[in-house]
């Protein structure tokens, strides 16, 4: 499945009003292919928003979300099956083991081997919980866990909704590394954070 | 880890089954939440013996009416639980942009729904017929009739659970659109027991819902779907 251009991603003049409140006012961003996009403002700039609008769960007012050359709202499922979403929820049902979750939520996209589960649960530092019931891990773990997900999805855009959150030290500079890894590999990479992130090349967009 | 060298991408139908699977797992971690609208079954219907006259003959004349309006209730108990959960805690969001039609992914889920809420009551049918006064000779109908009126209510229960997940409280909302939509369910899932017990033909109560369920499982999973996508908003 090739698409027409490889051009990543362009936000175009987006306008987003949540009832009264005009949120986002005409938001641009151009992002090819191999690039980290750091989206940064104070609470209640948008940050979120602009994420949900590029994942297609908000509809814009107006301007429009291009994909590598097509407007996403023309793409339809085969857009989602591009893109890895890691939002405040880490979708993960209390009663099943981090393994069961993760097997579950990648298993909608692809087939997944127990080695590939392995390596990326060892990768993100939580392998040896990985058959514990989800609701006995704590919230940095439960992020890690998420974070197996957008790993594993095999999708070149990854939005990232406060990843760091409840992360330790080593997590957020081990997040970090996975999130150049993925830019600096042809991936496309936007992630809301307050705190500054460490890594070469990251390209910061401000909303005020 | 780069992205799509030599993975198989999922069907359409392999992530239905996968949903379905994962769905009846979880009911299987939480029993006694599964078993509640079978328990509120059983109980309903064998008030009605313990207020009214004991008489046989009294009580077969009006089984047919309690065992479907007792079913229906039952499953109104589950429905709102649909969707909540999953909205909640993102699943919805990633059901969405799984790169599988979303439709599908709500049938799935209608069909778990059915297996962990209906069957149930499909299984306990016999013996509310037996307190009812049914004879055993229309208990095979009876359950037929039971798991189609009850595999139609899970699909236009989906289609209003996903309708009322935008409001808090949404139980009484969600009976108040459902069971208008369940009345053709009702009245002809009574006629095809009435039929049973009386031990005429029941081919017309049991083809008209049949058709009535394709109908709504044809339907319902695609409304159910817009609303899911329009609650994420």
Redesign the interface.
């Known amino acids: 499945m090739t698409a027409p251009t490889q051009t990543g991603l362009q936000v175009q003049g987006v306008h987003l009003w949540r009832g009264e409140r005009h949120v986002l006012r005409g938001v641009h961003l151009d992002a090819p292919l191999g690039t980290f996009w750091h989206v940064r403002g104070p609470n209640g700039a948008g940050k979120t928003s602009l994420l949900r609008v590029v994942a297609g769960f908000l509809w814009p007012e107006d301007g429009k979300v291009v994909w590598n050359g097509q407007e996403t709202r023309h793409l339809g499922d085969e857009f989602g099956a591009q893109m890895a979403c890691l939002g405040h929820e880490p979708a993960l049902k209390a009663d099943l083991t981090a393994r069961e979750n993760i097997r579950y939520l990648v298993g909608l996209r692809r087939a997944v081997t127990d080695v590939e589960l392995d390596a990326a649960f060892s990768r993100l530092g939580i392998a040896e919980h990985a058959d514990r019931p989800t609701r006995m891990l704590s919230a940095g773990q439960k992020r890690r866990a998420a974070m197996v997900r957008v790993l594993l999805s095999d999708a070149s855009l990854w939005l990232l909704d406060e990843p760091f959150t409840n992360l330790d030290v080593a997590g957020v500079e081990l997040f970090t590394g996975l999130l150049a890894e993925h830019a600096a590999g042809g991936g496309v990479v936007l992630a809301t954070t307050h705190q500054p992130i460490p890594a070469p090349g990251v390209r910061t967009l401000e909303l005020a | ?4 060298e030599g ?4 069907g359409m139908l392999a ?1 239905a089954a ?2 379905f699977r ?1 769905d009846v ?2 009911a299987f ?2 029993p006694g939440q599964m078993l509640q609208p079978v328990v509120f079954f059983l109980i309903v219907t064998t008030l009605f013996p313990l207020s009214l006259s004991p008489q046989l003959s009294q009580l077969r004349d009006i089984s047919p009416g309690i065992l479907w309006v007792g079913a229906l209730l039952s499953s109104l108990l589950a429905l709102e639980s649909l969707f909540r959960a999953d909205l ?4 919805l ?10 439709a599908v992914q709500v049938l799935a889920r209608i069909l778990a729904h059915w297996t962990v809420s209906g069957l149930p009551l499909v299984a306990a049918a016999p013996l509310v017929g037996a307190s009812l006064a049914v004879p055993a000779s229309a208990f095979g109908t009876t359950m037929l009739l039971l798991g189609l009126g009850t595999l139609c209510l899970s699909g236009l229960g989906a289609a209003g659970a996903a309708l009322t997940l935008g409001s808090r409280r949404a139980s009484v909302l969600l009976s108040l659109l459902v069971l208008p939509l369940a009345m053709p369910i009702l009245i002809f899932g009574a006629r095809g027991v009435d039929l049973a017990i009386l031990g005429e033909p029941t081919r017309g109560p049991l083809l008209l819902l049949s058709a009535l369920t394709i109908l709504t499982l044809s339907l319902t999973p695609w409304a159910a779907a817009s609303a899911v996508r329009i609650s ?2």
Not at chain 2, 1 to 4: E, S, W
Not at chain 2, 93 to 102: A, C, D, N, T, Y
Request: charged share 20%.
């Open positions: 880890m780069n992205a799509g993975t198989v991408p999922t992530a996968a949903t994962r797992a979880l971690r939480r909640e805690d993102g699943t969001e990633q059901w969405v942009i799984s790169g599988q039609p979303l994420l908003e």
